[in-house]
């Protein structure tokens, strides 16, 4: 077991440079949260934990990475494991030196009490700390993921309170998209598509939204649906987006391809066959 | 006839599951991953490409299924001993990290990226047998991060066969043992199918956060035309596999000269020997023996390995099934374009 240092943390002035103005959050750091949510300890109520990532130029937080760090909560203090925080910040960045603290995330709706004494501690880990809150709970009845900022009230001398401040989040998930949301949204996937299968999806894809705009256009044509500048100029775009090709050029251009196509075919198969030939001739010289 | 034997050949199957499980373990059939780890794999992958990263693969074994419930990524290796120490404690230490935050903190295994599928090599089986001394059921998850821009999730699920695995460690992937297994180059790899797995929560919220889009990246990815970049360095590698499979054959080609020199002057010598006996004998003396141990012709040539020819071929073939899926696709696309532009 690790040597827990529980630390009491206590407001402290934090400094002033331009707050981050939105944040950008990858599916990574949500499955993250959700994973160790699921994984919290008994009697625990939320999980909280640091956020990697980095400030883009635009002043737009790119938060990739988080981990978990172990926390208990009581009444009016919060205890942190410090130095498991280090220990795993110290990990990551052996892994990737680019990606820093940029804030922390909790589960749960909103910010809540103890949220301020841990928001004090990440920003004195790092200049302006974003806050991530995912409403692991759904007590709204909908997926909620917010981001904050914190800035300080205070008047003269006197330190009032910190206030939050929710900026926009973008939900992007470039990542996730190359995996396909098909596997990542349902609970279980019996298999993964292969080159094949995937491609047989993107056209049925495309013949539905094919479809679909066919109707759309025959509905306007006989005036059952009010026609949508927008819309037709969409539809004129994407049909001009096609090359005009003479036919003889694009019968070249088309079997061209398919010829090369076909020998690199020809040749796939022939090297199998040369390889199983290989392998027979040379067990039979063994024999020999 | 067939009624009564019903019975009997239930209680024989019953017999038979129950000594298989007590002897054997269960072989693997299926690795399901959670949605997390094929992130984190993807992430890491992707970040550092197209250098090669691997990472430890944690999870739990639960009879034919092996899960994988998390992952970490190894840092980038240096050639030291230094490094080499310190990757040891940075694992130590992720372990104990990621137990005290409730996760399986069980290896099952590890994960890598590789170039166009050429992930065959002697490293790759030396790191399998590495990880089979400790963990008894292991598995390689392989991504290719450059087949993924062609909107393919290029995650596959290896492990040895058990037969090859008997063979390396008793140093047998000489021709007379390989065949007597009949261990072809097909065996050398298990593929194991792959399964994704969610928790309800992680679903609900990419349900949630996610419409469903008509299209997605990955279909535009699917439906470009131009993958000549792709196939032509799939090309270049199978053409430099070629290379390497003829040098292969020559080698073989050159022990076999070898040998069958080495036996015809080991006949000569033979013969020689019985003719100076006869020689003796007519002279009543003692025949000298019919062996020489000391002789430099009786010495046995060491075969080659066969081991780098069957990975060799491996790729080769991972090469040509990669041409013909690309292929396969652009034939697709080139009649859908023809489609397109008639209409």
């Not at chain 1, 003479?246 to 020809?266: E, G, H, S, W």
């Not at chain 2, 100076?276 to 003396?285: C, L, Y």
Request: proline share 5%.
């Amino acid at each position: 077991m690790a040597a827990t240092s529980p630390a009491l943390l206590f407001p402290s002035p934090s400094s002033t440079s331009s707050p981050p103005s939105s944040a950008r959050v990858e599916a990574v750091v949500l499955f993250n949260v959700c994973d160790s949510y699921v994984r919290r300890p008994d009697q625990a109520d939320r999980v909280i934990g640091t956020l990697l990532g980095s400030l883009l130029p635009d002043g737009t937080v790119h938060v990739r990475n988080s981990y978990v760090v172990p926390h208990s909560e009581s009444a009016d203090q919060v205890a942190i494991d410090i130095e498991y925080h280090h220990n795993m910040y110290a990990s990551h960045h052996k892994v990737n030196p680019k990606e820093v603290i940029v804030g922390w995330f909790s589960t749960g709706f909103g910010v809540s009490g103890g949220s301020t004494l841990i928001h004090d501690f990440y920003s004195r880990e790092v200049q302006n700390p974003i806050h991530l809150t995912v409403d692991t709970g759904f007590t709204r009845g909908e997926a909620s993921i917010k981001a904050y900022i914190s800035s300080n009230l205070s008047l003269g001398d006197r330190h009032l309170a910190a206030q939050f401040q929710e900026i926009p989040l973008d939900l992007k998930m470039i990542e996730a998209e190359k995996a396909g949301f098909e596997i990542l949204k349902s609970t279980l996937v019996e298999k993964l598509p292969n080159d094949l299968e995937g491609m047989e999806s993107s056209m049925e894809k495309l013949y539905v939204l094919i479809d679909e705009i066919y109707k759309y256009v025959d509905d306007v044509v006989e005036g059952r649906v009010a026609p949508d500048n927008r819309i037709g100029r969409l539809i004129s775009d994407s049909v001009a987006s096609m090359p005009k090709l003479t036919p003889a050029a694009f019968d070249k251009l088309f079997n061209d391809r398919i010829q090369d196509n076909l020998a690199l075919v020809y040749l796939s198969s022939i090297t199998r066959t040369q390889i199983s030939i290989a392998e027979k001739l040379n067990t039979a010289a063994q024999v020999l | 006839m067939a009624n009564p034997a019903a019975p009997g050949g239930a209680r024989s199957f019953l017999q038979a599951v129950s000594t298989v499980t007590e002897e054997a373990p269960t072989p693997l059939r299926v690795v399901q991953m959670e949605g997390l780890a094929v992130l984190k794999i993807i992430k890491h992958c992707e970040e550092f490409a197209p250098a090669l990263v691997t990472g430890q693969l944690l999870g739990l074994d639960v009879g034919s299924v092996l899960e994988v419930t998390n992952c970490f990524p190894f840092p980038i290796r240096e050639e030291d001993d230094e490094a080499d120490a310190d990757g040891a404690n940075y694992q130590l230490e992720m372990m104990r990290c990621l137990r005290e935050v409730n996760v399986d903190n069980n290896t099952i295994g590890w994960y890598q990226s590789c170039l166009l599928g050429s992930f065959q090599t002697v490293e790759l089986i030396e790191t399998f047998m590495n990880y089979q001394e400790s963990i008894r059921r292991c598995v390689c998850i392989v991504y290719d991060p450059s087949r993924s821009s062609q909107g393919v999730l290029a995650l596959k699920a290896l492990k040895l066969t058990d037969s090859f695995m008997d063979l390396y460690r008793n140093n047998g992937l000489t021709g007379e043992k390989l065949r007597e297994k009949k261990l072809s180059w097909v065996d050398i790899f298990e593929e194991i199918p792959i399964k994704v797995s969610n928790s309800a929560l992680v679903s609900a919220f990419m349900k949630e956060l996610e419409p469903e889009s008509p299209v997605t990246q990955c279909d535009f990815d699917r439906l470009k035309l131009s993958t000549a970049p792709f196939m032509e360095r799939n090309l270049e590698f199978l053409i430099g596999c070629m290379d390497d499979l003829s040098s292969e054959q020559n080698k073989f080609q050159y022990y076999y000269r070898n040998v069958s020199r080495q036996q015809s002057q080991q006949q000569a010598w033979l013969q020689k020997r019985r003719q100076e006996n006869m020689a003796r004998k007519a002279a009543g003396e003692e025949p000298l023996p019919e062996e020489d141990p000391s002789n430099p012709i009786f010495k046995p040539i060491p075969e080659p390995s066969r081991l780098e020819g069957y990975l060799v071929t491996n790729q080769i073939s991972s090469y040509c099934n990669h041409i013909n899926g690309v292929a396969g696709q652009n034939f697709n696309r080139l009649y859908l374009m023809k489609a397109l532009h008639e209409d």
